[in-house]
């Protein structure tokens, strides 16, 4: 479903440079910009993808992955088709690189959104699956009226989306998950086509903002996985957001272009962990691998067990109100 875009000026010779996300592609008229879902029609930007919904699933919100958001509850996740990177990994590239007039997509409208949300019990929302920036319209619209219904709403993102679409969004969107691919621009340019430097202000601005963050770093053996460039990126955290923010280093699994890269050794995601620990994160997590202690969440001030998981199955154990049981430290700050 066509939609007229928001975040966009005109141009000479019918030229239109969209400004939602950090490419602002200058796009000649009939021609589509870097995400492949935003086009300029006789100089005019639009959404390509409005309502427009590839996939559609129930998840646990342990999924996106958001550990201190809601635990334990059920997210509607919705995913259309186009990225705005162009990642040689990319675990989704069926629909990141799937051309609208040739993908099989079902039109859900905002207010059918938060219905099908209340209708299958599930507490909040989720744009997911591929990269929600470029779908800022609907997403816009849908997470105002989630909002209005009792709705939590979440991204989980790149970090590509620009100061003034995310200022407009955040009175609207609890959470995000955002992706730091790694801590070098060589990394950026090279892998996912884009640059480090306005996926750091991305989460320096939402924590600004007060939504709820969480980072996800996918290891990759041998490009992002060096112990300089984990310390650098732990050091960051920790100075720019601080030491609440949750942390996830995830194990990689070959896909897409990258076949021939092996999946992260387990030492190598521990040592992450042990890294970001010495930096004085507080709360560390390792995802994609065997059930064990460094996927719950641990008081870091008592010691104790408040959250177990397994898997996306949560039992919480040790938390009342968002406070440690056991010496009523906060965890949870929503």
């Known amino acids: 479903m066509k939609h007229e875009a928001r975040f966009w000026k005109p141009g000479e010779y019918k030229k239109a440079q969209c400004l939602l996300c950090a490419h602002t592609c200058v796009i000649p008229e009939d ?15 639009v959404s390509l993808i409005y309502a427009a919904c590839s996939s559609v699933a129930v998840d646990p919100v342990e999924k996106k992955p958001l550990y201190h958001f809601f635990p334990g509850s059920r997210v509607l996740s919705f995913g259309s088709v186009g990225c705005n990177f162009k990642c040689e990994h990319c675990q989704n590239y069926d629909i990141s690189t799937a051309q609208v007039s040739e993908s099989d997509l079902q039109d859900i409208l905002p207010k059918e959104a938060v219905s099908l949300a209340k209708q299958y019990g599930c507490r909040g929302l989720a744009w997911t699956y591929n990269e929600p920036t470029i779908w ?13 219904e009792g709705l939590y709403t979440s991204y989980v993102t790149n970090g590509y989306i620009t100061e003034e679409p995310l200022n407009e969004l955040a009175p609207y969107l609890d959470a995000m998950n955002i992706d730091v691919k790694a801590f070098t621009e060589k990394f950026y340019e090279t892998v996912c086509k884009a640059r480090l430097e306005p996926v750091l202000l991305t989460c320096e601005r939402a924590y600004h903002l007060g939504i709820h963050i969480e980072l996800t770093y996918l290891v990759i053996p041998g490009l992002n996985d060096a112990e300089k460039e984990i310390n650098e990126f732990c050091s960051w955290v920790v100075h720019k957001l601080g030491p609440e923010v949750p942390v996830h280093f995830s194990r990689f699994h070959p896909d897409y272009k990258t076949v021939k890269i092996p999946a992260t050794p387990l030492k190598t995601l521990k040592q992450c962990y042990d890294i970001a620990t010495r930096h004085g994160l507080l709360f560390v997590y390792v995802g994609n691998v065997p059930h064990g202690d460094y996927e719950n969440t641990i008081c870091p001030q008592c010691k104790h067990t408040v959250i177990e998981r397994h898997g996306f199955q949560t039992v919480i154990c040790g938390l009342k109100d968002g406070k440690c049981m056991f010496c009523g430290r906060v965890i949870l700050k929503k």
């Open 136 to 148: 800022h319209e609907y997403c816009f619209d849908t997470a105002k009226l989630a909002k209005q």
């Open 31 to 45: 021609k589509t910009g870097i995400c492949s879902v935003r086009k300029n029609e006789d100089g005019t930007l």
